[in-house]
């Protein structure tokens, strides 16, 4: 798994496998979210799959596919609420990590200012600097 980490309790990754869970629950964990869409990937990797076996570690799953047409403020709110309500370290997971990256910056708009997001999401690897304008607009900045 190549887990990375946004800020304290938030962190991405490309797709995991049913094989990951336990080394996720070892980790400290406590939520995954699937934001990959199950028409992206084999049945063995769809997110009735990896939930069971989530599940079946101890952990909380939470499916919210998310794709750019979904990428709705409905859809941010709802991805910020599923890490604020957790218990503990959340693991999002889609394709590559920066779906997640993304909900996770433009949930953060109105918390952090846009330079604070984008250098949490640079050090973790990801350069979503395009949605500097989005950021700034959503900060009232813009």
């Known amino acids: 798994m190549d887990i ?17 869970a336990e080394a996720l629950a070892e980790a400290g964990f406590t939520r995954v979210i699937c934001n990959r869409p199950d028409a992206e990937v084999p049945p063995s990797h769809q997110a009735e799959a990896i939930g069971e076996a989530v599940r079946a570690a101890g952990l909380e799953f939470e499916v919210l596919p998310l794709t750019h047409e979904t990428m709705s403020p409905e859809n941010v709110a709802r991805q910020a609420a599923l890490v ?3 218990p503990g370290k959340v693991l999002a997971y889609c394709a590559s990590g920066t779906r997640c990256t993304v909900v996770w910056a433009l949930g953060q708009a109105r918390r952090q ?16 600097d395009g ?3 989005t950021l700034d607009a959503l900060a009232g900045r813009g």
Do not use: K, M, N, W
């Not at 990375?4 to 990951?20: G, K, L, T």
């Not at 846009?114 to 250098?119: D, N, R, T, Y």
């Not at 999401?121 to 979503?128: D, E, L, P």
């Open 4 to 20: 990375r980490q946004i800020d304290a309790r938030y962190h991405v990754s490309p797709q995991i496998a049913a094989e990951d």
């Open 84 to 86: 604020d309500t957790a």
């Open 113 to 128: 200012s846009p330079e604070e997001i984008l250098s949490a999401a640079a050090q973790a690897g990801y350069r979503i």
């Open 131 to 133: 949605l500097r304008p």
